[in-house]
């Protein structure tokens, strides 16, 4: 059975920073392009960043120089390093598997207030 484990999320003022992991049982994880999506209350979810198995990562505009994707494939695990925090930033962030099927983490709680 497929698991994808998110931890990292918490509480921080803005300007703070967080970073995120997710560890994925999956077979192959490297041919897999992994993303972070968040999903704040009462707003749909977005795509924040993935990575290619290659390595080329994308951004979302709104965390673009803030936010950096990053994977390590002999530990099956993608990293969301968030920089220079937002209030805007708060939601839960979701973890994302993507090939021939799509999976999906439980999702942790970021929270950027005072």
């Known amino acids: 059975q497929v698991q994808l484990v998110e931890s990292g999320g918490g509480l921080v003022q803005p300007g703070g920073s967080l970073k995120l992991s997710c560890v994925a049982s999956l077979n192959f994880f490297r041919a897999y392009v992994m993303g972070w999506y968040r999903q704040a209350p009462g707003k749909e979810r977005e795509a924040v960043a993935s990575i290619t198995a290659s390595g080329f990562a994308n951004y979302g505009d709104s965390v673009k120089g803030r936010f950096t994707i990053s994977r390590d494939n002999a530990k099956n695990t993608v990293y969301l390093q968030m920089n220079s925090l937002e209030p805007n930033d708060t939601a839960v962030y979701y973890c994302?598997?993507?090939?021939?099927?799509?999976?999906w983490g439980q999702g942790t709680q970021v929270t950027v207030s005072l």
């Open positions: 994302n598997a993507k090939q021939i099927k799509t999976y």
